[in-house]
């Protein structure tokens, strides 16, 4: 196993960067203790540079969890309707989303509760979407849950040229039935969310390109005809889902996750239905739309 060496910083952390392409994990950080703007600064190029960041061991209240989303934007609304909220958001505070696979008398507390989720990038079907998501581990499975990041610039960088000239400057369809997990599952809401954004990203901080389409929200290239959108997509989302693009987070009691939904993707990993699993989420607004 190859060791990655770990990069010193001028402020009191360590970065620990985990794949060549995407994740580090930021070592000797306490959130709960509040940090001074240059150490804010520090963690925010972090996770410019590597997409993902992993703060381990971390004991946080919902409220640190808000102020901490806080130090990366303005805090995001939850999309989906009240109506269709889960039973345990009366217990959270507003902005924050809970994902669980506890029940009370039958019905899930928590938003997306069971099984395997395909790749997507969070709120790509509002015509804003998220900048940033923050995610908390406060009950785990013993195995499974995992979440895997991967990397749109290196998808980008790497794309066939023949696939990625055939897209440039194209537009792409989104759409998502809040709760659903795997495209065509009819397991989400009435409620969703629509919209068209380019094929290929520019990030707004790093000017950077990554491939901004995904296989459980994208429906179809505009302007171009169904077989051949469905051939051109999937060759990108095999091509951006390669085992060298990613990294797969295994996730400990503790652990906050802030992830770039600009220029990654992410998803989850199957996990026994019989075991606890319960995560905080909270999003970043995105401050353009996309181009």
């Known amino acids: ?7 010193k910083t001028n402020t009191k952390f360590d970065v620990v960067p985990l794949t060549k392409h995407i994740g580090a994990e930021l070592r000797g950080i306490d959130l709960r203790e509040k940090p001074d703007d240059e150490t804010v600064r520090a963690i925010y190029q972090a996770w410019l540079d590597h997409l993902v960041i992993v703060f381990p061991g971390q004991k946080l209240s919902q409220e640190d969890l808000i102020r901490v989303t806080g130090y990366f934007g303005e805090l995001g609304e939850l999309h989906r309707p009240p109506k269709f909220f889960p039973k345990g958001y009366d217990k959270i505070l507003p902005g924050i989303m809970m994902i669980s696979n506890i029940r009370e008398n039958g019905e899930p507390i928590g938003a997306l509760p069971d099984g395997e989720m395909m790749f997507h990038h969070d709120m790509i079907h509002a015509e804003v979407p998220s900048k940033a998501t923050l995610l908390y581990s406060v009950e785990i ?10 990397s749109g610039y290196a998808a980008y960088d790497t794309l066939d040229p023949a696939i990625r000239n055939k897209l ?22 009435e409620a969703f969310g629509e919209c068209v954004h380019p094929v290929f990203r520019t990030h707004d901080d790093t000017k950077k390109k990554a491939v901004y389409v995904n296989r459980l929200m994208t429906v179809k290239v505009i302007d171009t005809p169904e ?10 989302y095999d091509h951006a889902e390669k085992k060298e693009f990613i990294y797969e987070h ?9 992830w770039d939904n600009r220029c990654s993707s992410h998803a989850r990993t199957d996990f026994p239905s019989t075991q606890r699993r319960l995560m905080l989420r909270t999003t970043v607004k995105g401050t353009v739309r996309p181009t």
């Open 1 to 7: 196993m190859n060791v990655v060496p770990k990069i």
């Open 250 to 258: 295994v996730w400990r009691l503790g652990d906050l996750l802030l």
């Open 227 to 236: 077989d051949e959108s469905s051939r051109l997509l999937n060759a990108v």
């Open 168 to 189: 440039e400057g194209r537009k792409a369809l989104h759409h998502y039935n809040y709760g659903s997990v795997q495209k065509g599952d009819n397991k989400g809401t």
């Open 141 to 150: 499975p013993s195995a499974g849950g995992n979440t895997l990041f991967a």
